[in-house]
């Protein structure tokens, strides 16, 4: 018996809008293999040689970054991201954040 799989089809995903939504609920579970699914599956919905011309990395690498088997690199999701028009964005969690440390003064630094 097969795990029935939380992923849209590839197929559903028609605009941009909702590739975007389908991305950023992979960053928000914080998974790397659902990330780099959800990128691969945008991938799969594009041009694989315009963006691999946009990024500037081999469709082969890109195939391999986005397969499933490694963790592309932080510059390899940034370019391929760009490429399809899309960017990462940082937004503040709520209540799940280090605390920061105390601020220096300038002056007293080296006193």
């Known amino acids: ?28 579970s914080s998974d790397i293999v659902a990330i780099c699914q959800a990128i691969g599956d945008a991938i799969r919905l594009h041009n694989i040689s315009n963006i691999s011309k946009k990024a500037g990395i081999g469709r082969s690498s890109i195939y391999r970054a986005f397969g499933g088997r490694q963790s592309p690199n932080l510059s390899t ?3 391929v991201l760009n490429a399809m028009g899309f960017q990462l964005k940082v937004a503040q969690r709520r209540g799940q954040r280090a605390r920061l440390a105390r601020a220096r003064n300038p002056e007293s630094v080296g006193q």
């Open 1 to 28: 018996m097969s795990e029935k799989s939380d992923r849209p089809s590839v197929d559903t995903l028609s605009s941009h809008g909702e590739i975007a939504v389908h991305i950023n609920k992979a960053f928000r």
């Open 77 to 79: 999701v940034l370019s």
